[in-house]
């Protein structure tokens, strides 16, 4: 087939085609068309035509993940889903709301918070790697599900997934498809959303999603403290978390090797509430409290996007935080590295954050050692039951410089890869997909 | 009449599980024909109870060499006939696998076997001050394992979430006998959200073995209320100006009079008299947050019309306000000989029509319907009550029932809350889902079951053959064409 006649095929199925650019590239792959359908029907057309003219396709919002994961092995067409960017049902009353995937996570919060209420998810935005670090927005709705995305909030209200409750898809072979519904309690067919959350573009497009929320709260407040050593840090974080106050999220942050843990303690309620909880919890974490204030601290849930080429996340049982940052310390010393420590540790995720000068190679020594100190043995499960509780954890490299990327597998073992591929297999028999981005190189 | 397959796998199953984890006895497989769903019934070919993940395994291998279908059981007080054994097949009952293996509890996580009742779980997690919060109301008895194929909820569910949200681990015996984990038990792991699609998917991609559940701070403070109205509409109007006001309970449910009218029967829970509905509504949290909620809730009770509030004191008090509601299901046996019991939901804000429209069609067909139902997610569970003594009665129960669900759905609801599909509701699944929803859904089928052994005939009216193409399909179902199946 000729470029022509492939061009042909999408101009028939989408309103909106063009050729690429250089700024259309995905992880360094540059595609030949980008599409920008204007709704459903005009998605599914344009996945029949991919499918008819055998294209690759990535499926992009904002753009600000396209660089998660490992590179695609080939991308032919990008679809752009901005397009698709209207809030289609509202009914406040339910506390549901059901949008099309294109719709920015900003342009949605403001919907909600005019009604009081939020989708209770707050992904950091996700910076551009290398030099060119210009801060990108939070992203949109199709993109933090498909990359499963999420921050401080996580502790109490999880990550896409748990706030997912209905999700219409378009297959890569064009058929539409929807599970769920509007109702949070719903247990009706198998969970398309669960699937669909995560899975970086490579079963397909997520087009619509109904999400349930929760009312915004009236009144916030973080408690802050400096923490000497990551030990101090984790005291003070598991009291937060075995309180009966509830804390909506529990970050710690660490600039470099000799810097203090930032600890940070995140309360939510009714004015009265929040100022009676916010005096309890700086009692219960003793001195050293730096600041009780509505207003977050400047490195509060800079996770994923803290500066620098190459972003880890550790995942791991959340009784092991002592034990993962110094991990993470023997690895980067071997390796001559600092790398800024951040994340939700009561959560049991952190992030480690390498400065996009550093040598790819010594990059990917940190990252392969950090594995072999921490990493799980997915044969095995999380431990062997004779050595619970585990201490061991996922080590990801959300995005890195391309060096980097090439020299180590992002994504580690996981468990379950076997069912992974067969699911795969299912959903892109041709393996059209996203081709290459995900766990073993699905 | 036993088949030769199966009684060759009887011996290799005695080989794997010990003489005592097998029956044959058509007397014993008798007690096993049903679930908590007694109008489904079918004595399985063989049952057997294993002790090890790796007798699962085993077992399974053996049925997917010799081409026998398996259905998993765990407590067997499932709602939807999601345990209703093959005749020609093997009931593997995971009730003798009930060890709590380990508990985290700085972690905040516990790894459990499937046969553990739910209730044992908190209660082995209460020293340190942890909870299991999925409540179903069978919790005594119901087991984790069945949780997990159900995503079951209960009454807490609304503001604690269902199974899958405290889930964040498996090892399964996925049906072509592989043992493997999915999920490392972080929450947080790389990959297929594959423990996402496996919670609610009725025992039909595989056997769960072990659990690694997420536990909760257990609340510093709770209190329970419980407000009688002269009518439905001032109770539902209740439930509406609570959640309106930003106000998220633990637990909002609501029962009908018919419904008071049989708890009191059976458990002589005096309930205000004269109540047209009864609001219980618990309310969970930091103790001064729940001092201030308990307020406001009171007075939008008494501003929506309750003529009569209780709050519980103590435990005591507590248990005694649930006592009625928690019986309300048996106890419709004391006002009816049969009963069928929904388990629809439709958006909150649907509620009070809804529940107009069903006293509407109870009153046209003559036929009691008694309504109790989780009013803060809309998860309504109405009972129609029928006598199955009389010719045409419990058919005629049935198009209610069937009716109400239609309801449901064409109020942009469910046709299940948490009790599952299983076999008794696979026939209204295309009232809610087009034919490429339920091909779609079955994409997830083919990857972990391409055999088609894995407690087959649940949930999806007309199954996937799975060496299909995914597309659109132009002609009948083969299976439909030669007579084997019908399509609904």
């Given at each position: 087939m000729t470029v022509g006649s492939a061009a042909d095929v999408l101009a028939q199925a989408c309103s909106e085609v063009r050729e690429a650019g250089p700024d259309d590239a995905v992880a360094g792959i540059g595609p030949r068309f980008v599409v920008r359908p204007a709704g459903l029907a005009e998605a599914a057309a344009v996945m029949r035509a991919a499918a008819a003219e055998g294209l690759t396709a990535v499926p992009r919002g904002a753009g600000t993940r396209l660089?998660?994961?490992?590179?695609?092995?080939?991308?032919?067409?990008?679809?752009?889903?901005?397009?698709?960017?209207?809030?289609?049902?509202?009914?406040?009353?339910?506390?549901?709301?059901?949008?099309?995937?294109?719709?920015?996570?900003?342009?949605?919060?403001?919907?909600?918070?005019?009604?009081?209420?939020?989708?209770?998810?707050?992904?950091?935005?996700?910076?551009?790697?290398?030099?060119?670090?210009?801060?990108?927005?939070?992203?949109?709705?199709?993109?933090?599900?498909?990359?499963?995305?999420?921050?401080?909030?996580?502790?109490?209200?999880?990550?896409?997934?748990?706030?997912?409750?209905?999700?219409?898809?378009?297959?890569?072979?064009?058929?539409?498809?929807?599970?769920?519904?509007?109702?949070?309690?719903?247990?009706?067919?198998?969970?398309?959303?669960?699937?669909?959350?995560?899975?970086?573009?490579?079963?397909?497009?997520?087009?619509?999603?109904?999400?349930?929320?929760?009312?915004?709260?009236?009144?916030?407040?973080?408690?802050?403290?400096?923490?000497?050593?990551?030990?101090?840090?984790?005291?003070?974080i598991e009291a937060a978390a075995d309180s009966p106050l509830a804390p909506s999220a529990a970050e710690i942050d660490r600039p470099s090797r000799q810097a203090p843990v930032r600890v940070g303690i995140l309360l939510e309620g009714d004015p009265e509430g929040v100022a009676e909880r916010s005096a309890r919890m700086t009692r219960l974490l003793g001195g050293g409290i730096t600041s009780v204030s509505p207003v977050p601290p400047t490195w509060w849930g800079r996770g994923a996007a803290a500066p620098g080429g190459t972003v880890v996340r550790i995942a791991f049982w959340a009784c092991a935080?002592?034990?993962?940052?110094?991990?993470?310390?023997?690895?980067?010393?071997?390796?001559?590295?600092?790398?800024?420590?951040?994340?939700?540790?009561?959560?049991?995720?952190?992030?480690?954050?390498?400065?996009?000068?550093?040598?790819?190679?010594?990059?990917?020594?940190?990252?392969?050692?950090?594995?072999?100190?921490?990493?799980?043995?997915?044969?095995?499960?999380?431990?062997?039951?004779?050595?619970?509780?585990?201490?061991?954890?996922?080590?990801?490299?959300?995005?890195?410089?391309?060096?980097?990327?090439?020299?180590?597998?992002?994504?580690?073992?996981?468990?379950?890869?076997?069912?992974?591929r067969a699911v795969k297999d299912q959903f892109d028999p041709e393996h059209r997909m996203a081709p290459g981005r995900f766990v073993g190189g699905i | 009449m036993r088949s030769a397959k199966i009684d060759a796998l009887a011996g290799r199953m005695t080989r794997i599980c010990g003489p005592e984890g097998v029956l044959t006895d058509p007397a014993q497989l008798a007690t096993y024909e049903c679930d908590g769903l007694t109008s489904h019934r079918c004595s399985p070919g063989l049952v057997v109870l294993p002790t090890t993940a790796e007798q699962v395994a085993a077992i399974v291998t053996a049925c997917g060499q010799a081409k026998v279908p398996f259905v998993a059981r765990g407590s067997g007080t499932g709602l939807s006939a999601g345990a209703l054994p093959r005749a020609d097949g093997v009931l593997i009952v995971t009730s003798r696998m009930r060890s709590i293996i380990a508990i985290d509890q700085r972690s905040r996580r516990a790894v459990v076997e499937p046969g553990v009742t739910n209730l044992a779980v908190s209660r082995a997690v209460e020293p340190f001050g942890l909870f299991y919060p999925p409540?179903?109301?069978?919790?005594?008895?119901?087991?984790?394992?069945?949780?997990?194929?159900?995503?079951?909820?209960?009454?807490?569910?609304?503001?604690?979430?269902?199974?899958?949200?405290?889930?964040?681990?498996?090892?399964?015996?996925?049906?072509?006998?592989?043992?493997?984990?999915?999920?490392?038990?972080?929450?947080?792991?790389?990959?297929?959200?594959?423990?996402?699609?496996?919670?609610?998917?009725?025992?039909?991609?595989?056997?769960?073995?072990?659990?690694?559940?997420?536990?909760?701070?257990?609340?510093?403070?709770?209190?329970?209320?419980?407000?009688?109205?002269?009518?439905?509409?001032?109770?539902?109007?209740?439930?509406?100006?609570?959640?309106?006001?930003?106000?998220?309970?633990?637990?909002?449910?609501?029962?009908?009079?018919?419904?008071?009218?049989?708890?009191?029967?059976?458990?002589?829970?005096?309930?205000?008299?004269?109540?047209?509905?009864?609001?219980?509504?618990?309310?969970?949290?930091p103790a001064g947050d729940v001092a201030r909620e308990t307020a406001s809730v009171r007075g939008i009770c008494e501003a929506e019309g309750a003529y009569e509030i209780r709050a519980a004191q103590d435990a005591a008090e507590r248990a005694a306000i649930w006592t009625g509601r928690k019986s309300a299901f048996a106890a419709v046996g004391r006002i009816s000989p049969a009963y069928i019991v929904q388990d629809g939901v439709v958006p909150r804000t649907a509620l009070p029509e809804v529940l107009d429209r069903i006293a509407e069609l109870s009153a046209a067909s003559g036929i009691r319907v008694a309504n109790v139902f989780h009013a803060g997610d809309g998860n309504l569970h109405p009972l129609v009550l029928f006598d199955d003594a009389r010719p045409g009665a419990e058919a005629a129960a049935e198009e209610l029932s069937g009716a109400i669900l239609d309801l449901c759905v064409s109020h942009g609801g469910s046709i299940t809350g948490e009790h599952g599909v299983g076999a008794d509701k696979s026939r209204y699944m295309p009232k809610m889902f087009g034919p490429d929803d339920l091909d779609t859904m079955q994409l997830l089928r083919c990857a972990f079951d391409p055999a088609g052994l894995c407690n087959p005939g649940k949930i999806f009216p007309t199954p996937r053959l799975c060496g299909e193409v995914p597309g659109v399909r132009r002609e009948p179902h083969p299976l439909v064409a030669s007579g084997e199946l019908d399509q609904f």
């Open positions: 660089d998660w994961g490992a590179p695609p092995t080939s991308c032919d067409l990008v679809i752009d889903t901005r397009r698709m960017n209207r809030v289609l049902e509202y009914a406040a009353g339910d506390l549901v709301v059901r949008v099309e995937a294109g719709a920015g996570m900003s342009q949605l919060a403001a919907v909600l918070a005019a009604a009081g209420q939020r989708l209770a998810l707050d992904p950091p935005p996700a910076g551009r790697r290398g030099a060119r670090e210009k801060p990108g927005g939070p992203g949109t709705v199709g993109g933090v599900l498909a990359c499963g995305a999420a921050g401080p909030l996580r502790l109490r209200y999880g990550t896409p997934r748990d706030l997912v409750i209905g999700m219409t898809v378009v297959r890569a072979d064009g058929v539409v498809a929807s599970s769920g519904g509007k109702v949070v309690k719903n247990v009706a067919g198998y969970d398309l959303g669960k699937l669909f959350a995560g899975s970086y573009g490579t079963l397909g497009l997520i087009a619509e999603a109904t999400f349930r929320l929760h009312p915004l709260p009236e009144a916030i407040s973080f408690v802050t403290l400096d923490a000497r050593d990551p030990a101090a840090a984790h005291s003070a935080l002592t034990e993962v940052i110094a991990g993470i310390d023997d690895a980067a010393s071997t390796a001559g590295l600092d790398p800024v420590i951040s994340g939700s540790a009561a959560a049991g995720v952190v992030h480690a954050a390498v400065d996009y000068r550093a040598a790819p190679d010594a990059v990917s020594r940190f990252v392969l050692s950090l594995r072999a100190a921490v990493g799980n043995d997915p044969a095995g499960g999380p431990v062997p039951p004779t050595a619970w509780p585990a201490s061991r954890a996922s080590v990801m490299v959300l995005r890195a410089p391309p060096d980097v990327s090439a020299a180590v597998d992002p994504w580690g073992p996981v468990p379950g890869l076997g069912l992974m | 409540d179903p109301s069978s919790q005594v008895i119901c087991s984790v394992g069945g949780n997990v194929a159900e995503n079951s909820g209960g009454a807490h569910c609304l503001k604690h979430g269902f199974t899958v949200h405290h889930v964040t681990g498996l090892e399964i015996v996925a049906p072509g006998g592989e043992l493997t984990w999915l999920g490392d038990g972080t929450g947080a792991t790389p990959g297929y959200d594959l423990v996402g699609a496996f919670v609610g998917s009725e025992g039909t991609l595989g056997i769960v073995t072990k659990i690694i559940v997420r536990l909760t701070r257990i609340p510093e403070s709770v209190t329970t209320l419980l407000a009688a109205f002269r009518t439905m509409g001032a109770g539902g109007s209740a439930v509406s100006a609570i959640i309106g006001s930003g106000i998220l309970p633990g637990a909002i449910e609501m029962m009908d009079a018919l419904a008071i009218e049989a708890a009191e029967a059976a458990v002589a829970c005096r309930y205000p008299e004269g109540a047209g509905a009864v609001l219980i509504v618990e309310l969970d949290g």
